[in-house]
């Protein structure tokens, strides 16, 4: 059983930055692929980015690519979410989620419990 605890939300202004990050627990961290999705009011939840598990290797959905980034730290067992040039349509609540796969689906194995992102105009 995974435990994935998302934090770093909050008010931006647009053009801000903002990092969140995704801790987990209770699994051999470098077994998992892990996962940013985002929830908007009124719409469907979303693929965000993903990086690979033992690699560095990120993809990103194209409405944020050069904006954000996925990293992690293997030794904290956190995966980092930045997030650059932010504007109103980014806001949403974050997700965090882990596969046991060298990709992300749409329906991981594991899911946090949500962050609130909210960037002003």
């Known amino acids: 059983q995974v435990q994935l605890v998302e934090s770093g939300g909050g008010l931006v202004e647009a053009g801000g930055s903002l990092r969140l990050s995704c801790a987990a627990s209770g699994a051999p961290f470098s077994s998992y692929t892990m996962g940013w999705f985002r929830q908007a009011p009124g719409k469907e939840r979303e693929f965000v980015g993903s990086?690979?598990?033992?690699?560095?290797?990120?993809t990103y959905v194209g409405s944020v690519k050069g904006r954000f980034t996925i990293t992690k730290d293997s030794a904290k067992n956190t995966v980092y979410l930045q997030m650059n040039s932010l504007k109103p349509e980014d806001t949403a609540v974050y997700y965090c989620?882990?596969?046991?796969?060298?990709?992300?689906?749409?329906?991981?194995?594991?899911w946090g419990q949500g962050t609130q992102v909210t960037v002003s105009s």
């Open positions: 989620a882990a596969e046991r796969r060298s990709f992300i689906t749409i329906t991981p194995d594991y």
């Open positions: 990086i690979v598990r033992s690699s560095s290797f990120t």
